[in-house]
């Protein structure tokens, strides 16, 4: 009698349980992968000129970026996974821009912030790459001279929304086919 209460007791307990109720969550590997990205972005600043004070701005209380969880701020490549180019982009320091972006590992995201890191800006001049595309592949353009530390954080978001839609594990999959 005793071993029947026993084992009716467990079926019950199998058959619900709250606790584990509420903690499984179910969903796509891709959609799992790109939310972890996306909200653990940590910057490459690159700041060449005055955008880059924007850029400081952003980390501060009063922006507080933080809240995208992208306040790691980076000075290593090998630990930074969105680079953001934030000035002026001279010929004297665009290879320089780009061998800190190849040292960066895959997967990796660029914002051009402001309008000389997106197109040049003013400088029509000889000393003047004329948008950091010309090296790098950007992702997400920042109008602005300078922008403020709002517009970055809204270009961020729009990352954050091209990281979402993007197919992660198919990506990983053909990256490791070709290697
Ligand atoms: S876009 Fe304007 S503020 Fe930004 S680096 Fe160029 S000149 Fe300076």
């Known amino acids: 009698m005793s071993e029947e209460i026993t084992s009716e007791r467990i079926q019950q307990h199998a058959a619900y349980d709250s606790k584990v109720e509420g903690n499984i969550i179910f969903t796509q590997v891709d959609t ?3 939310w972890m ?3 653990s972005l940590w910057p ?6 005055c955008c880059a004070i924007e850029l400081m701005g952003s980390a501060s209380s009063r922006f507080d970026i933080a809240r ?3 306040e790691v701020m980076r ?4 630990q930074a996974d969105v680079m953001i180019v934030a000035g002026t982009v001279t010929y004297k320091m665009a290879l320089a821009v780009k061998r800190v972006w190849d040292q960066m590992p895959e997967p990796k995201w660029c914002i051009a912030m402001g309008a000389c890191a997106s197109s040049g ?4 001049s000889y000393a003047v790459l004329q948008g950091i595309d010309n090296l790098i592949p950007v ?3 920042v109008s602005g001279c300078p922008p403020r530390p709002e517009a970055l954080l809204e270009g961020l978001m729009k990352l954050q929304d091209k990281i979402a839609d993007s197919e992660s594990g198919k990506e990983q999959f053909q990256a490791e086919k070709t290697a």
């Open 32 to 34: 799992a992968i790109n």
């Open 75 to 78: 000075f290593s490549p090998r």
């Open 121 to 124: 800006g003013m400088y029509r």
């Open 37 to 39: 990205r996306k909200n």
């Open 44 to 49: 490459m600043p690159m700041g060449l000129a």
């Open 68 to 70: 995208f969880g992208a």
């Open 139 to 141: 992702d997400v353009y």
